[in-house]
């Protein structure tokens, strides 16, 4: 499923190349503008494939993250053709590693997959949204190492990452602090959602942080750092906020 995802990005994006010109003769000329808006969304939809297949993090993924920021940069909304040559290359790339890795797993049987913390259908949809006022690629990225640490079972890391994370938004919602968030919000059931966020998980954090080395530890379980629904659910209302 993730490899023919991938292929149908690849026999969309190679036509996109020849329509730069010809560098040998002249700068290669800019793509049109909806040219340009179907290659940026094609290589955002490539990398939350690539994310889903083989983790948050992975290197083909990484390629395809700085070259649309390296567009974002250059206030362009379009790759240089070599970059797009360099993103298709990226693809190839992903879709030979989820080939090894579908050939090392074919003989582990009743295994379920581990599901992820934050779904990449969120992460791309943030990624893909006009945000005006407020640039989303560091909450992006925590949201992507967030992913990779919950993946590789590094509970203490998830702990500290999501209340980076609350810690992080606030000023979307026009407030100072998470907790304001929390309060003034409205609906019930988004208000207990981030009210978790605000008070349970900020104190596991917490304790995860500052708390100073002791003659005996217990480690965090996956369980008491799974705030993975209260966090969908903030991850919604910056939605609904950024596109007001």
């Known amino acids: 499923m993730h490899e023919q995802s991938l292929q149908e990005v690849l026999d969309q994006l190679r036509p996109l190349v020849d329509r730069y010109g010809s560098p040998t003769t002249m700068p290669a000329r800019p793509l049109g503008g909806d040219d340009s808006s179907k290659a940026r969304a ?15 993090l992975n290197e083909f993924s990484t390629v395809i993250f700085m070259i649309l920021n390296a567009a974002s940069i250059r206030f362009s909304d379009q790759p240089t053709k070599g970059a797009l040559q360099e993103g298709i290359a990226a693809i190839e790339g992903g879709i030979r590693a989820i080939r090894r890795k579908t050939s090392r797993t074919a003989t ?39 992913n990779a640490a ?13 209340r980076a ?60 750092v799974d705030f993975h ?14 596109r007001l």
């Open 108 to 146: 582990v049987q009743g295994k379920l997959a581990k599901p992820w913390y934050v779904a990449p259908s969120r992460v791309l949809e943030l990624q893909s949204i006009n945000v005006g006022s407020w640039d989303t690629k560091r909450l992006v990225r925590m949201l992507e190492e967030l």
């Open 229 to 242: 629904q209260d966090l969908d659910v903030l991850l919604q209302e910056i939605l609904r906020v950024l």
């Open 42 to 56: 094609l290589l955002h939809e490539a990398k939350a494939v690539m994310d889903e297949a083989i983790g948050g």
């Open 165 to 224: 994370i609350a810690d992080h938004v606030p000023p979307i919602f026009g407030v100072q602090s998470f907790a304001e968030v929390a309060n003034n919000v409205s609906g019930k059931s988004i208000s207990g959602s981030l009210k978790n966020l605000q008070n349970s998980l900020r104190n596991i954090a917490d304790g995860q942080l500052h708390a100073p080395i002791r003659k005996c530890e217990v480690l965090p379980s996956e369980s008491q």
């Open 150 to 162: 919950h993946a590789n079972d590094l509970h203490t890391a998830t702990a500290m990452l999501v």
